[in-house]
């Protein structure tokens, strides 16, 4: 990737005189922003671009070519590929459009594999090229003008991009790099991420992604990126309309958002909800000293404001400084007779701006107090002109020791001065939310660059090639689903305590297995044609005798045949009632973007009505585990509730590492789901009530 972005020569195939073409305006760009190296126009028709001589083939460059800009017919690629392969190109940077975004598949995959025959790399198609500050390589057909700076930015979206171009100008955020990956033939986000996780000009790293292709590569990369640099992300398609998978609950809860949002929380990536959030976030995080600890202080001359930004400070994350007795002691020489210094500090209207200065230097004068938040409402008692300087210079004196933000109330002034401000590069808002939402940020990705390494995930004893059996057996039969018996097969090779059970084939088998195991038992009807048994009538619980047994059989049958007259019943399987739990649901499947997926949530019946889950790319360890089943709404059922005690939440993250290892290991499973695991008190372990399992005939891919 070095070259790619330190070029020691770029030649521009379609280079064009006519600055309505792209081919010029890539040209112009590359010259306009001081381009350190050799540039090469190519056309056949030849003359001159900008003071540039054209050629009229690769073939009369005198020396090497780092990287080929495409600007040509989607028609003409193919050629230019050959002609780039014979020259001994590097990479290619295709902007041309018209390949597997309007389905024309094959010849994107023809000039990726004649490019890796000969050792180049592909940046795109259908992209508008890429910027690189260490180079002053410019070589995009957009606005031009890029500041450089220390974010770099990493887009899927052509047009939205070359928008991106004009609003980091607009809002005076320098870059080091901008890159456009477009239809992601060959380089995809991973390969850039990898390159700039050691870029010692870039801090931050924003992604803009509408899908992702090869997820399990990007998750390992982001994994080691995040824990060098700030990595924020946007992404499009908050939609519920992700991959389903009708027999399955994981599948149907596991929408495309859903899963990239926990999966992105899981790698540490900040996932911003628009542009302009983003936006912010990247400027503040690129300049912004790691704070040395959680505790910050608010500093207003406004109640109201104050109570504002802790509420906001609560919905970010950020920890509000509270030793009362300190906060007392730092501000009394500055807080008058009836203002508050229970932090927010309150200054109170009559605040003057050397108030604030003594207030703030109260602040980074302690250690303990590890961030602060300064809010200012416009009164007819201060001079708002003032107040500029006065910014300037509390922000220029503190910006590298601890972060601090601003939030400024008022009217045309104080809007005024807000532009002024921003375009200077300090971190001032006319909401308060927005200020405190940058400092989220931060603290958020702080807390993930302080963690250490991620932990292994352990290594089960599973019978893989018992469970591979069954699951020949069962593809034999022209089958993708598991029957109940052999579905227990598979969690007792995967090591999962289950309820006792017998398959039975007719009403006197039922009545001898219910006697051998005891009652109260639970019946549940056995058919390849029934996946869900409840919605067919095919489940009958706490059965307490024999009539009750024989009752309820020809209840089942009578159901089932009712629901699908032609189906199949294998018979009924009679099982242990096991005593009531905390309800949760344990599941596994491969996902379409980011392979093997990890679940918990609240489970039972309501488990698609509530939808109170979470995913993590597995395999995961047992701390991955336990974070994600503290991470659902219902988390406090676990904790015990009304002197209830606390439950075995350990026993409930073994199944959740086990599925994990599972799904990563045997790839023929694509679904996989423990709907209830009973979870008992703490010490009691968890019991999995029923386990449904899909797969796949043809047989998985491992990774």
Same mark, same amino acid.
């Given at each position: 990737m070095g070259r790619l972005f330190n070029p020691r020569s770029v030649a521009v195939v379609g280079a064009s005189? /006519?600055?309505?073409?792209?081919?010029?305006?890539?040209?112009?760009?590359?010259?306009?922003?001081?381009?350190?190296?050799?540039?090469?126009?190519? /056309?056949?028709?030849g003359g001159e671009i900008l003071g540039w001589p054209v050629l009229r083939s690769l073939a009369e460059v005198k020396g090497d070519v780092d990287v080929a800009v495409l600007s040509v017919?989607?028609?003409?690629? *193919?050629? =230019?590929?050959?002609?780039?392969?014979?020259? +001994?190109?590097?990479?290619?940077?295709?902007?041309?459009?018209?390949?597997?975004?309007?389905?024309? $598949?094959?010849?994107? #995959?023809?000039?990726?594999? $004649?490019?890796?025959?000969?050792?180049?790399?592909?940046?795109?198609? /259908?992209?508008?090229?890429?910027?690189?500050?260490?180079?002053?390589?410019? %070589?995009?057909?957009? *606005?031009?003008?890029?500041? *450089?700076?220390?974010?770099?930015? $990493?887009?899927?979206?052509?047009?939205l991009g070359i928008a991106m171009i004009g609003k980091t100008a607009a809002e005076s955020l320098g870059l080091s790099a901008l890159i456009s990956v477009g239809n992601k033939s060959d380089i995809d986000e991973a390969d850039l991420l990898t390159y700039l996780a050691e870029d010692p000009e870039t801090r931050v790293v924003l992604l803009y992604i509408e899908g992702v292709k090869n997820g399990e590569r990007l998750v390992r990369t982001l994994r080691q990126v995040t824990r060098r640099k700030h990595v924020v992300v946007i992404k499009s398609g908050r939609s519920a309309r992700g991959a389903m998978a009708a027999a399955s609950h994981t599948g149907s809860l596991a929408g495309a958002d859903d899963v990239f949002d926990d999966i992105m929380r899981q790698c540490g990536v900040l996932r911003a909800e628009s542009v302009q959030e983003a936006f912010d976030w990247v400027r503040f995080l690129a300049t912004a000293p790691l704070p040395p600890g959680e505790d910050a202080v608010i500093v207003t001359n406004g109640g109201g404001i104050g109570?504002?930004?802790?509420? =906001?400070?609560?919905?970010?994350?950020?920890?509000?400084?509270?030793?009362?007795?300190?906060?007392?002691?730092?501000? =009394?020489?500055?807080?008058?007779?009836?203002?508050?210094? #229970? /932090? *927010?500090?309150?200054?109170?209207?009559?605040?003057?701006?050397? &108030?604030?200065?003594?207030?703030?230097?109260?602040?980074?004068?302690?250690?303990?107090?590890?961030?602060?938040?300064?809010?200012?409402? !416009?009164?007819?008692?201060?001079?708002?002109?003032?107040?500029? !300087?006065?910014?300037?210079?509390?922000?220029?004196?503190?910006?590298?020791? #601890?972060?601090?933000?601003?939030?400024?109330?008022?009217?045309?002034?104080?809007?005024?001065m807000i532009r002024e401000l921003r375009s200077e590069g300090i971190p001032v808002f006319g909401d308060v939310y927005e200020a405190i939402s940058v400092l989220g940020a931060l603290y958020r990705s702080a807390r993930r660059l302080a963690e250490e390494d991620d932990e292994e995930p352990p290594a089960h004893d599973i019978d893989l090639e018992r469970i591979r059996q069954v699951l020949g057996r069962a593809g034999a039969e022209g089958r993708g689903f598991l029957l109940a018996h052999e579905a227990a097969e598979v969690a007792l090779a995967l090591g999962l305590r289950m309820p006792r059970s017998i398959l039975s084939r007719d009403l006197d088998e039922v009545v001898r297995a219910a006697e051998t195991i005891g009652y109260p038992v639970v019946m549940k009807i056995v058919s390849k044609d029934i996946v869900h048994k409840s919605d067919a009538g095919g489940v009958a619980l706490d059965l307490e005798d024999r009539d009750e047994v024989v009752d309820a059989y020809q209840a089942v049958m009578r159901s089932c045949l009712r629901y699908k007259p032609d189906a199949v019943i294998e018979g009924v399987e009679v099982v242990e009632m096991v005593r009531p739990g905390v309800e949760t649901i344990v599941g596994a499947r491969q996902d379409p973007s980011f392979g093997p997926?990890?679940?918990?949530?609240? +489970?039972?019946?309501?488990?698609?009505?509530?939808?109170?889950?979470?995913?993590?790319?597995?395999?995961?360890? %047992?701390?991955?585990?336990? !974070?994600?089943?503290?991470?659902?709404?219902?988390?406090?059922?676990?904790?015990?509730?009304?002197?209830?005690?606390?439950? &075995?939440?350990?026993?409930?993250?073994?199944?959740?590492?086990?599925?994990?290892?599972?799904?990563? !290991?045997c790839r023929e499973i694509t679904d996989i789901?423990?709907?209830?695991?009973?979870?008992?008190?703490?010490?009691?372990?968890?019991?999995?009530?029923?386990?449904?399992?899909?797969?796949?005939?043809?047989? +998985?891919?491992?990774?």
């Open positions: 005189a /006519n600055p309505g073409k792209i081919g010029y305006r890539i040209v112009e760009n590359m010259v306009k922003s001081g381009y350190i190296g050799q540039i090469y126009p190519i /056309n056949p028709k017919p989607a028609d003409h690629v *193919p050629s =230019a590929v050959a002609d780039c392969a014979a020259k +001994g190109v590097g990479h290619l940077v295709v902007v041309t459009s018209g390949f597997s975004e309007i389905g024309n $598949i094959a010849q994107e #995959k023809e000039m990726v594999s $004649i490019a890796h025959a000969h050792g180049m790399r592909v940046l795109g198609p /259908n992209i508008f090229g890429i910027y690189s500050a260490s180079s002053r390589l410019d %070589a995009t057909f957009g *606005p031009g003008g890029i500041l *450089p700076g220390h974010v770099a930015i $990493i887009t899927q979206s052509g047009a109570v504002l930004a802790t509420d =906001a400070c609560e919905k970010h994350g950020v920890r509000l400084y509270d030793n009362q007795v300190v906060l007392a002691s730092a501000f =009394a020489e500055v807080m008058p007779e009836f203002g508050s210094s #229970k /932090n *927010p500090v309150d200054l109170t209207g009559q605040a003057t701006g050397e &108030d604030y200065a003594r207030a703030l230097d109260a602040v980074f004068a302690r250690a303990d107090m590890h961030a602060a938040v300064a809010l200012y409402c !416009e009164t007819a008692l201060f001079d708002t002109s003032q107040f500029a !300087e006065l910014l300037r210079s509390v922000y220029r004196q503190y910006e590298r020791t #601890k972060p601090i933000v601003f939030a400024l109330f008022g009217g045309a002034r104080m809007e005024a997926v990890a679940m918990f949530g609240l +489970g039972g019946i309501y488990v698609e009505v509530m939808k109170d889950v979470s995913f993590r790319a597995a395999p995961i360890g %047992a701390h991955v585990a336990r !974070e994600m089943i503290g991470s659902i709404r219902s988390y406090p059922l676990l904790l015990g509730v009304r002197g209830g005690r606390r439950k &075995d939440i350990g026993a409930a993250a073994d199944v959740v590492t086990r599925l994990g290892q599972l799904i990563a !290991e789901e423990v709907n209830p695991l009973m979870v008992y008190d703490y010490g009691e372990g968890v019991k999995a009530v029923d386990v449904r399992i899909l797969f796949d005939t043809q047989g +998985g891919d491992a990774a």
